[in-house]
Structure formats: structure tokens, C-alpha cells
């Protein structure tokens, strides 16, 4: 699976990441997030958590508090927890486990988003859904969906 589209506005980003939950996302999925800075990385995972029921006004990045957890629905009214990480902040990929990589990594009855994947690389699972976002110009953003396979 494969999935290109091109945004031209912040909220255009925030549109493809809430079809994008809506389409393709179930229990249990982990979805990484890569791009530069300022690529849309956050818009993207706001647009994710607006699909699940989760109000704009308490979506926030996690730079600083490097892991938020949101009470979240799925459309038939299931409860689960939407966890969402960012790792730029992190010095070392040994971080991650002392935040309990299990419950992040593989979320069985949750869905995480991780910004900045790169920081924590070899315990990424296969099987995870990854995006990624580039800069066009100072509006416009291509985004690439794609599932990195089990096997």
C-alpha cells in the first residue's frame, strides 16, 4: 500500500491526516511520522486525533512532555487510548524504554503516532504504518503513506 497527496496549506495537512485515520487506521497500529522540521509532521497527527473525537483545542505537540496520551473513540464508539510521542528531544534511543517502549511501540488497544523515528530507529516493529512529509515550498507539502511490511 502506497497513498501520495500534496497539501498546500496547514489545514490541508490536517485534512489528509484525518482521512487518513478515518480510511486506514485500526486498533493496534503504530504510524511514524518523518520529515524535517516544520514539514507538518504535527498537523498531520492533529488531523489523526481529530478522526478519533479528540477536540483541537487539547491536541498539542509532545516536544517537550515527549509522550501525550488522549482518551479517543473509533467511529462505532470503541474506547481506546491514542498515544502520541516525539523523540527529537531524546539524547539517547535507551529513552525510549525507560517511557515503556511495549505500551508505545505496540499499542494493542490503543494507536500511536511517533514524530522524529529516526532518534529511536532499531526498536521500530515492522508492520508500522510510515509517512513521510516534505517541504515543497513554504506552503505546499508532499506526504507519502506507506505500511513497511511484516516480512
Known sequence: MEKFVISHSAQETIAAGKQFAQNDLLMGNLVVLRGELGSGKTQFAKGIALAFGIQEDEISSPTFALANEYPASLPDGTAFTLYHLD?????????LLELGVEEYLYPKNGICIIEWPERIEQYLPVGRMEVLLKTLSISDRSITISLVPTA
Do not use: G, Q, S
Not at 523523540?87 to 529513552?95: A, G, I, S, W
Open 87 to 95: 523523540c527529537y528531544r531524546f539524547d539517547t534511543p535507551k529513552e
